[in-house]
């Protein structure tokens, strides 16, 4: 499907017969999505169409600041998918509809922009909420040793 996109594309594993023209690139290599994620204007979680796998991390690209569009496999990251929907800062479409979304985001810098920001929005909404979470719990347990409850 990449190879009849109108876009000149590259996979990893071919690099050495780069062109410098190249628009997409197809990582097919262990441990190098984050680096790609943080020069990306536009990332496809290409796991995510794919009934088997459920699903891939969704947030990582929009945390490296890029635009994301993901399929419709998302069974381990429910949560991630219904924030990045509600705040409209990534796409999740069919594998049919692959083609026409991926063209319409690079083909529109203002569209893909919009995205990318919202993303950055949604990304600064989250930042900490592990650290919330842990002095959420803190707090339960120093209340309950304090009187004595058990916390449930």
């Known amino acids: 499907m990449l190879k009849k ?3 000149p594309m590259i ?3 071919r690099i050495e017969q780069k062109t410098g023209n190249e628009k997409i690139f197809l990582i097919d290599a262990m ?3 984050l680096s790609f994620y943080q020069i ?3 990332a496809i979680v290409g796991g995510s169409f794919l009934p088997g796998l459920r699903g891939h991390n969704v947030f ?3 945390q490296a600041g890029a635009a994301v569009i993901f399929g419709p496999y998302m069974g381990d990251q429910k949560d991630f998918v219904q924030s990045i929907l509600e ?3 990534g796409i999740q479409v069919s594998l049919e509809e692959l083609k ?3 063209s319409y985001l690079l083909q529109d810098p203002l569209a893909r922009i919009a995205m990318q920001e919202k993303g950055r929005t949604l990304f600064l909404q989250m930042q900490g909420s592990s ?3 842990c002095k959420f719990i803190q707090e339960k347990i120093t209340f309950s040793e304090r009187n004595h409850v058990s916390v449930k």
Do not use: C, M, N, V
């Open 131 to 133: 650290l919330r979470t």
């Open 31 to 33: 441990g190098l999505l």
């Open 11 to 13: 996979a990893h594993s």
């Open 40 to 42: 990306a204007d536009l």
């Open 87 to 89: 705040a409209q800062a």
């Open 60 to 62: 990582e690209p929009i």
């Open 5 to 7: 996109a109108p876009f």
């Open 100 to 102: 026409d979304k991926t």
